[in-house]
Structure formats: C-alpha cells, structure tokens
C-alpha cells in the first residue's frame, strides 16, 4: 500500500461511499474529493464533505497510517491547518489540531473495492517491461493517443527547461546558451561532457569573433581541448599550434586547456571520433555565424537540415586522428546524426525559446520539424510496435521514448492514461 493508489482511490471514490462514517462515528458525505495537489501542502485542495450535517470546504490529506501526520510534522506546518478529513489506510493513532480538537479520519481500508488493488498489484507485479502490455489491447486508440501526445509534449518541456537552465547561467544569452546546447549534442552522448566543458573555456563571445576564418575556430577547439599534437612536421598541425599559441595567450586560455584523455572514442566509427565532430562543429560556426538566430528564423524544414548537413575541413576529411590517416574518404555529417542534433538540439531550443518568449507558434514549428523526421528505431520503439503502436516519425519516437521512460519504467501506471484506465475498468 502507498499514498499514490490511496490518492487514486480517494480521487475517483473507489470504495464503498454509501453509509460512510467516520472513525470517529460521525456520519459522512462526500460531496467533492477536491483538486490533486502538486506542489508542497495537502494532498487535495478545496473538498466539500459533509460531517453530521455540517458543511466543511477545505483540504484532504492522504497518509497510509494516520501516525505518519507526525512522521512528516504536520502538526507544525500552518499550511496543514486547511485540513478538513484525514484520509488513511490504517488509524493507528488519532491526530489532534493545533487547537486541541481531533481531525475526523476516514479508514479506507475494507471499504476499498478489491478489484481495484488486484488490478493496481497486477500491474506493479508484470515482469514486462511496459506493466500492461498483456492488456494494452483492451484499451481504445483514443486513450492510447491522447497519451502519446501528452509524453510528447512532456518530453519537449523536460529538454526545453534543461536548455532554460543553461540560458539562465548564461545570464539570458540565447547565442551563448544555443552555442554551448549544440556543442554538448555534437557529443553524441559519448562525449556530451568534454564537449560542453570546452565551450565553457572557449566562450561565444570568444569564438564569434572568429567564426569568419575556420582556421581559427579550428585551433581554439582543438587547442583548449587538448588534442594538437606538440611536435609534428605536418603542416596543418603545426598551422594550428601557432594558432592555438598566438590566440591562447590573447584570451587566457593556456590554463584552462584539457587533457587529450578526457575524450573517447573507444567502441567508436571513425567518423564519430571527437575530432571528426569537433571538425564539423567548427565548420557549422563558420557556415553560419549565430547559431541561435539560424535555427529560429529558419522556416522550410529543409532548410534546417541543411543548416547541419555540414562538411568537415580537407584534412579531415582524410583524417580521423592527428596524423592518422585514413583508408578512405571520412564521411561527412550524415543524414541520420542530422537528424538526432535536430531533435535532441535544435528542437529544444526552439521549444525553450517558445516557452521564454510565450509562442505557441513555435511550439507548432518544433512539433512540425519532428513530424518530418522518421521515427528512431531502438529497443523501446520496437516494445511498443509489437504493442500495436504505430511509430512513423520522430515526434512518435520521442513520445515512447518518454512514455517507456518516464511512466513504464518507474510503474506510475496511476499517472498514466493507459494505467488508469485499466484500473478504473475492473471497478465499473
């Protein structure tokens, strides 16, 4: 038992509500369960009950044992003042007001509708990795898509307040905090921490001066991320330590700089080493100057697309290391990495931006960018393809990537419609 199916069965009233009494003895009628409570305070806000014909209008507090009233010292918050009914599975020990009057108490327990906690367990105990995949078919499309939009916007305004976070340690500066968010997806995961530590050394307001002559931008990244080799009769290599040098020294730069170790290429295609992405990270700078402006001007999807479809300079274009060259041609910034910097980077900046700037066209636009992208094929994608869940693009993708995560996997099958749903179905 846990406060979240007590709220649950409290909110849709899934006991036996004829008769009731309180444990005190005192006849009681529910006339509304309130307004689930999100923030800190009691459980639900502004209830009606009537308690021996007296009209109360207040909060509800819900607790598996009435003891745990003083296990999480409500006794001295004023906000639990509000309280009108104290809602538990067990009355282990009576809970007296501030004033000295005792708080009425409802025991739920043996009043509950056992299919109720029979379908809530079955759930929490499915060894499937989505709890009610054995009966997802018994629920309509029309619950099951409502879901799906819902993870997705979820999904949008959990990325878009991590990009908020950055934008307010940037001191509002949009450019600024686009520069350091695509930085850290232009690590792949595998290197989103080096790259994000490098643009903490070499600023946006360092590299935009720059951003004109690749060779420059190149020898900033590559130098304060600790890869130029110290000796070598290459000729690029040492252009760029004198670079590297020369602009080091201007800015400070030479005791922040990194160590080579810190990036990783282990398990990795040689076009998905950090030097190749730090290549074509700089030549997306010097292709488009503000990052920031391109990405929410931008208009026509295709155009967006080509803003990353980016080409790596000449060397590295053969080169997949510091003098290490390679067999073939490096590939270019493909059609898929593309598509992943724009959902997991462009995207959400456009939805921060929208939520910063109170723009549901924006909004529109992400969803609209997502919908052009065919869906990401992974190990959650497919659970829920054998589920029935049609997924043919990037916005369906991202939803069941939420969903799985967020709800599948913690079992909050009670905040889930799906979940929800099911549970509700047993007790009609």
């Not at 390679?326 to 959400?348: C, E, Q, R």
Request: net charge neutral; with cysteine; hydrophobic share 40%.
């Amino acid at each position: 038992m846990n406060e979240d199916i007590l709220s649950f069965i409290w909110r849709f009233q899934y006991f036996a509500a004829e008769a009731l009494f309180t444990d005190e003895g005192s006849q009681l009628s529910i006339i509304r369960t309130g307004h689930k409570n999100g923030n800190s305070g009691p459980d639900f806000s502004e209830a009606r009950v009537v308690i021996d014909e007296f009209q109360w209008i207040g909060s509800i507090e819900i607790h598996v044992k009435s003891s745990d009233w003083y296990l999480h010292d409500h006794e001295t918050d004023p906000a639990y003042e509000t309280v009108i009914l104290h809602v538990v599975w067990e009355n282990d020990r009576p809970v007296v007001r501030r004033d000295g009057t005792l708080l009425p108490t409802l025991t739920l327990k043996g009043i509950v509708k056992k299919s109720v906690l029979e379908r809530y367990a079955q759930l929490q105990d499915e060894t499937e990795t989505i709890p009610c995949a054995p009966m997802f078919a018994q629920v309509n499309d029309i619950q099951k898509y409502g879901m799906l939009d819902r993870a997705l916007l979820e999904r949008l305004d959990t990325k878009a307040s991590l990009v908020m976070q950055l934008l307010a340690k940037n001191n509002n500066d949009w450019e600024e905090t686009a520069y350091q968010w695509l930085a850290r997806n232009f690590g792949f995961k595998l290197n989103d921490a080096p790259f994000t530590r490098l643009t903490e050394i070499v600023t946006w307001k360092i590299i935009r001066k720059h951003r004109d002559k690749l060779s420059q931008i190149e020898a900033l990244l590559f130098g304060c991320a600790g890869l130029i080799p110290i000796e070598s009769n290459d000729f690029y290599i040492r252009q760029l330590r004198t670079e590297y040098q020369f602009l080091s020294a201007k800015y400070g730069l030479k005791t922040q700089q990194m160590n080579g170790h810190e990036w990783k290429n282990l398990r990795m295609r040689p076009a998905g080493f950090p030097t190749v992405r730090l290549a074509q990270f700089a030549r997306l700078i010097h292709k488009n100057g503000s990052l920031f402006s391109e990405i929410i001007s931008t208009s026509a999807f295709s155009s967006l697309q080509a803003m990353f479809h980016t080409e790596q300079s000449d060397y590295w274009q053969d080169h997949y290391l510091f003098e290490k060259k390679s067999k073939g041609k490096v590939p270019f910034l493909g059609k898929d990495s593309v598509n992943l910097l724009i959902i997991n980077g462009a995207v959400p900046l456009l939805v921060g931006y929208a939520k910063h700037r109170q723009q549901p066209e924006l909004l529109e636009k992400a969803i609209y960018w997502l919908s052009e992208i065919g869906a990401e094929k992974n190990r959650i994608t497919r659970e829920w393809e054998m589920l029935g869940m049609k997924v043919t693009t990037a916005a369906d993708s991202q939803a069941l990537i939420e969903w799985y995560n967020h709800y599948c996997t913690f079992r909050k099958c009670l905040e889930c419609t799906v979940g929800a749903t099911l549970i509700r179905s047993v007790s009609l």
